[in-house]
DNA sequence: GTGGTCTAGACCACT
DNA sequence: GTGGTCTAGACCACC
């Protein structure tokens, strides 16, 4: 089940699109699978359906799910040739440059940083 | 001369801070020296200097910089002791966590990752 | 309700700061509960709300409060693993020292000293 | 001699005022002693005799010292009568209320606090 | 409705 | 001239 906090910065839209995403890489959630409805995930959340719509909605935009009128919202596959745009790389990478000063500015080192990148790729990734 | 893109979606007021903490941490803004005073980086950068005051009143709060009324603004000492609370290191690792989640979504490699890495850490740091 | 001065040398954000501290210590407010809305406190107090979102915004950052956008602003819970750093403590202890100073000078008994710090004690913490 | 931080939030004049009660308490500046000249003193901790000009003002106004046209500033006595009004007495109180507030919110146990006054008293008062 | 950001312009305290 | 506080009013993102 997934997990929310409503107390979090981050508005609760994007950390269902984050859970979902986590779900596929996990496999969790497999290709071609009917992620539940709108209105069903939003009672099994307690949440706003308009909040659930609006995450779906993005989710689709970023091709990690396909919606059809009338049947529901289905995980795509993850095609190779769906390969990560410039402009995606440039936005990740900016992103990773501005945690990292925080990260040397508090003076964690290197190593720790690896440290932490393993432990979680192998929670995400497990044998991919 | 500091770069700022009113359209990020960062706020300006946070993208002055971060310019600022690597200016520190590269060495290009020393401990004791001065800060332009808010209304001169004001004008420099054609922003109102409430929002300068804004990001140098953060940075005093994180401790990077030290105002003092009627005399100016100036870097801090990075003191040793000031070590990184259990907190900030929470902090540090969920925001890691959820870029680690796109970045994997992306598919880009752990030795890209590694790589993007080294080499921020080199910008940074040189030496340390 | 609280009681503002706008005459009082400490400016009117810090007041309210404090005065919602007080009010968690002492269980007026508690964990999980709304705060009054930024701008339905600025009427009340009949000042900018721009000033209550100041003092606001420093409780999240002090980590008394936590703001989220479009829902308004909760008390947070005190968290036993949130103790207080090297440096909050050296802060405290330098204002005391300040204090005392004074203290003495007007030539203030110790036991008298003594006598206020139990008398506050027992309204802020009520039997902790 | 005189400790002055010029990175510290209290301003210098405020420093000083707060170093001369330190040094009267503690009788190593004793009643009817003469003081540092304005211009000595400036040069010796080379700031600007305005700021001198400025704490030693207050310093008379608060029946510290007294300043005498020609001749210089020397330490008054402590009379005895000039007791503390009922205002400087709510004026202290209140601070440390305040302090107290923040020394609570940081889970300061009430020993703690005791120990740290009478650390402070003992170098204070040595014997008053 | 909520909080967050930014501008414009004012006044104050300190050096 | 310096930073700090406050007001007034605007626009945005989120729920």
Redesign the pocket.
Known sequence: MMHLDPNHPK???EQIILNIKKEVLQGILLPGEKLPSVRTLAKDLSI?PN?IS?AYKELENQEVIISVKGKGSFVRNIEPENTRSVQDEKKLKQQLREWLVEAHYLQVPLKTIYQWIDEEAQENLHGN
Chains 1, 2, 3, 4 share one sequence.
């Open positions: 508005p609760i839209y706003n909040t609006k």
